[in-house]
């Protein structure tokens, strides 16, 4: 116990303690904390097409849930295969436009499923410096050799590649399409380029991309247009779909050795009908109404001209992930609770999150969000930046 209350004590010294607050989900974007009776609007969510509140796909889960019960029962494997997982899964892979797809329990299963079943003792994983926390642990579960690469930098990866490449057998290749913390995009055509150089398997985590980007907004892989020269596109149904779970879109032998290799897929109970359910109207939702995500990048777009009227320089990045940089971790927390007294919601997102020196604020934009909140909202945290010399 001496060692965790040291842990706990060097956390809340230097300003990097994480603690849980419930909220009340008010609907429409807007959250009230437990302990107080503020009516806060939400930008740390990542529902960015606000479909975890639509009609349709709630109307699906409860749908989902009267006809096929309220769990699965069982893994994939044993009894839990209901049909349901396979429609899904169908509509992934054309959603994808890949030969097949599979469902994993969640996003982070899934990152830690597929890395360590495509590499393990005497492979080469390379993967960008920034990725999510769950891509870091599917490679140390893999026991390969991994290497990171400073962030979205083409030529420090290429220097790895040509160095490191050739000592091993596999190699595989992991990025996020969407920087999670950063809202930036990976340069995914030149990445598929390097694979035909150098050759290894390309994994893209389309996790805060699907549903959005592309002409059918099946992600960046979509609109880049670079399916055939994907090998694994991995995605989640928790940010953009509204609903829960994740998958893998691929070819069939690649799912099929995933069913027989990902020990995630393998020893965990199936996702319940009712997120099935949800996951399926919101794929029905995206790929016929390109509305929502119309309405999402109007929104995004409109935001960031607010910020630069109300005077701030920075270019804000391609994406509905607009990270606001403070640097230091309490002044960081000091901004987010300032915003929080003045009706804005996020939270400051610190190491070890993100690396030493770039705590941020993450402001995360949503179909919720009106014109007026989302100027307010500019206004409010010029104003507070300007205040705090930050
Ligand atoms: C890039 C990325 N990959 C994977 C995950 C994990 O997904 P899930 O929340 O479904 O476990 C997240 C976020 O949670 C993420 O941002």
């Known amino acids: 116990m001496e060692r965790i209350r ?20 008010l609907g429409h974007g807007w959250v009230r904390p437990l302990d107080s009776g503020e ?4 930008f740390s969510s990542n529902d960015y097409l606000g479909l975890a509140e639509h009609p349709e796909v709630i109307g699906a889960a409860r749908k989902y849930l009267e006809m096929f019960g309220a769990g699965a029962g069982a893994a994939r494997l044993m009894s839990g ?15 994808k ?12 299963l899934a990152n830690t499923g597929i890395i360590p079943a495509l590499a393990g003792r005497g492979d080469l994983i390379v993967t960008d410096r920034l990725n999510h926390a769950s891509i870091y642990d599917g490679c140390l579960l893999s026991g390969a050799r991994t290497i990171r690469f400073r962030h979205n930098d083409l030529n420090h990866l290429e220097q790895i590649l040509q160095e490191k490449r050739s000592q091993y057998n ?9 920087y999670s913390m950063d809202g930036d995009r990976c340069p995914l055509v030149e990445l598929v380029k390097l694979k035909k150089r150098f050759g290894f398997f390309l994994m893209v985590d389309e996790a805060h991309a699907t549903g959005i980007y592309g002409e059918n907004g099946a992600g960046i892989i979509e609109e880049d247009g670079v399916s055939d020269g994907v090998d694994i596109a991995m995605g989640t149904f928790g940010k953009a ?3 829960y779970g994740a998958y893998a879109a691929a070819s069939r032998e690649m799912v099929d050795y995933l069913v027989n290799r990902a020990r995630t897929f393998i020893y965990s109970t199936a996702l319940p009908p009712a997120v099935i359910g949800a996951s399926l109207a919101s794929l ?14 109007a929104k995004v777009a409109f935001f960031k001209k607010q910020l630069r009227k109300n005077g701030l320089k920075d270019d804000f990045g391609p994406s509905q992930i607009i990270p606001v940089m403070i640097g230091d971790s309490a002044k960081a927390l000091a901004a987010a609770a300032e915003l929080r007294r003045r009706g804005i919601y996020l939270k400051a997102v610190r190491p070890p999150t993100v ?12 179909n919720h969000h009106r014109e007026e909140d989302l100027k307010r909202c500019a206004a409010i945290l010029a104003e507070e930046l300007r205040r705090h010399k930050l």
């Open 170 to 178: 596999s190699c595989l290749l992991v990025v996020e399409s969407i």
């Open 284 to 297: 029905y939702l995206v790929g016929s109404e390109v509305q929502h995500r119309l309405d999402l990048l």
């Open 39 to 42: 009516k806060l609007l939400d």
């Open 97 to 108: 436009s890949t030969e097949a797809a599979l469902l994993f329990g969640s996003g982070y």
């Open 355 to 366: 690396p030493e020196g770039t705590a941020r604020l993450r402001f995360s934009i949503t």
């Open 241 to 243: 779909l509204g609903s």
């Open 81 to 95: 295969d209901l049909e349901i997982n396979h429609l899904l899964e169908q509509e992934i892979a054309r959603f």
């Open 6 to 25: 040291k842990f706990l004590l060097e956390r809340r010294q230097t300003g990097t303690l994480r603690t849980l607050a419930p909220l009340v989900r």
